[in-house]
């Protein structure tokens, strides 16, 4: 079946670097993409959208990148904080269905 | 502030009960979903309602019902409660539109069958 996956499972970055977390998704038709972020006994919460006739979109400290013909997803976040270590997951969705594909998630660890 | 509200966060129950995880949203959303998120398996969904006394099944459906009576209200039914059945379990909503629409996610309620 389709799947949306990521290439890391952990990531440690050092307080104020910029973290950079990747995801491949593998149904082409995808046509809207979502990064979450999920605190320890939390549930998801949106970080930031991209619909698939954008490549790029930053938010406040966060952008996401979209390559529709490799079919990769990343989540850059800048001057990365001691509050931004949770687990981030994307996930993608086609036009006229109810669901979302979701990845396994990414772990970020912020290093003091 | 629009929410998701789970009415438990932890669980206790024991093997064959029959258990009940209710699920609210005050945004007045036509779709809602149950997912349970094991680690290592990502989010999996179990099942989804598009509108009042409308279900469908997920990936996952085996040994799970749901009730949808009022637009606000989604209930989790495990008929009899087995130990690969803990897990955490996430209730979403989401405004009808098709992709363009993220979930809003209730904080999770933990089970655990004993």
């Known amino acids: 079946g389709e799947s949306v996956g990521l290439h890391l499972p952990t990531l440690s970055v050092q307080e104020g670097d910029n973290s950079i977390i990747n995801c491949a998704y593998s149904n082409s038709a995808s046509d809207y993409f979502i990064w979450y972020k999920q605190e320890s006994g939390k549930g998801p919460q949106f970080i930031i959208d991209?619909?698939?006739?954008?490549d790029k979109r930053q938010g406040q400290r966060v952008t996401v990148l979209l390559n529709k013909t490799v079919k990769h997803l990343s989540l850059q976040i800048a001057a990365t904080q001691p509050g931004d270590s949770a687990v981030y997951f994307c996930?993608?969705?086609?036009?006229?269905?109810?669901?979302?594909?979701f990845g396994t998630g990414t772990r970020l660890k912020v290093l003091a | 502030d629009v929410k998701v509200t789970q009415s438990s966060r932890y669980l206790v129950k024991r093997t064959g009960e029959k258990v009940f995880l209710e699920c609210v949203q005050d945004m007045d959303h036509e779709n809602m979903f149950w997912y349970r998120q094991d680690p290592g398996l990502g989010l999996r969904l179990i099942y989804f309602s598009y509108d009042v006394k409308m279900k469908e099944k997920g990936d996952i459906p085996e040994g799970y019902s749901v009730s949808r009576e009022k637009k606000e209200r989604f209930s989790l039914i495990l008929e009899s409660a087995s130990t690969n059945q803990t897990s955490m379990y996430l209730c979403?909503?989401?405004?009808?539109?098709?992709?363009?629409?993220?979930?809003?996610f209730g904080s999770g309620t933990r089970l655990t069958v004993v």
């Open positions: 991209i619909r698939s006739n954008m």
């Open positions: 979403a909503s989401r405004s009808p539109g098709g992709a363009g629409y993220g979930y809003t």
């Open positions: 996930a993608d969705s086609t036009s006229g269905t109810y669901k979302y594909i």
